[in-house]
């Protein structure tokens, strides 16, 4: 299957690797023949999500690595060393999430927003400035930040998760301007792009509440399907652009 599957030869980071999106994303982007390098701070977490992938697609070639993504250095040194245990990095999927709201915008806590922009804005920074470079350096190196909806349209109970998604799609889109520009006049050979869900779902939450319907979630191997497709498609036509897997509000 690693030999002539879309992604053969690609290596592949995926920052957040040991949630449900990361598990799914973690199995497609192997069984698409891809070497991957998962993430998380977890470390029992990502061991569970590395040996679920190895075991689901066929004993491909996916490994982890306990990382503090808080931390810059921690971050660059896992970049650096992706890229010399490997030869080359390809992409670099950022996964890692996080929502706290409130009943009101009154009642918003600036405590949620502290929270989630270390989560949902350092981490972005953090592995877009430790991975940019090797992108560039592939010929098909791919930024691909998982965004919500609702960082276009934010509602009073949601505001410092929305704007904590609002200034990761502009920091996302300033490494798409920095691929734009690498790639001159013939254009990107690199790409960083944004896949917006208005939430996402998985098995477990459909067993969890039976009766729910879900409207309009994602469901993360749909997702991962869509990372995927990431690499199908042209530099220049994912770089800076915003890929919906919901309806735009």
């Known amino acids: 299957m690693a030999g002539n599957g879309s992604l053969s030869g690609a290596v592949i980071a995926v920052a957040g690797a040991g949630g449900p999106a990361g598990r799914a994303t973690l199995v497609r982007?192997?069984?698409?023949?891809?070497?991957?390098?998962?993430?998380?701070?977890?470390?029992?977490?990502?061991?569970?999500?590395?040996?679920?992938?190895?075991?689901?697609?066929?004993?491909?070639?996916?490994?982890?690595?306990?990382?503090?993504?808080?931390?810059?250095?921690?971050?660059?040194?896992?970049?650096?060393?992706?890229?010399?245990?490997?030869?080359?990095?390809?992409?670099?999927?950022?996964?890692?999430?996080g929502w706290r709201g409130s009943e009101t915008f009154t009642k918003t806590s600036l405590d949620d927003w502290d929270f989630l922009e270390l989560?949902?804005?350092?981490?972005?920074?953090?592995?877009?400035?430790?991975?940019?470079?090797?992108?560039?350096?592939?010929?098909?190196?791919?930024?691909?930040?998982?965004?919500?909806?609702?960082?276009?349209?934010p509602t009073a109970g949601n505001a410092a998760y929305a704007a904590g998604k609002a200034a990761a799609e502009a920091w996302t889109l300033a490494l798409a301007d920095y691929f734009r520009k690498a790639g001159g006049p013939e254009g990107p050979t690199s790409a960083a792009a944004i896949l917006v869900v208005k939430a996402l779902v998985h098995d477990a939450m459909r067993a969890e509440r039976p009766n729910a319907k879900f409207a309009g979630f994602t469901d993360v191997k749909d997702l991962a399907e869509a990372i995927e497709g990431v690499w199908s498609k042209p530099a220049a036509e994912v770089n800076g652009n915003r890929l919906w897997l919901t309806e735009k509000p």
């Open 119 to 153: 989560l949902l804005v350092k981490t972005v920074q953090h592995t877009s400035l430790a991975f940019h470079e090797a992108l560039q350096r592939s010929e098909r190196g791919r930024y691909v930040l998982i965004s919500a909806a609702a960082a276009s349209r």
């Open 29 to 97: 982007l192997a069984e698409a023949g891809a070497t991957v390098v998962g993430a998380d701070n977890d470390p029992q977490r990502l061991s569970e999500a590395v040996d679920a992938a190895r075991y689901a697609s066929g004993g491909a070639s996916v490994t982890g690595d306990t990382v503090d993504l808080l931390d810059l250095r921690s971050t660059r040194d896992w970049a650096t060393h992706v890229e010399k245990d490997f030869g080359r990095v390809d992409g670099l999927v950022h996964l890692v999430g």
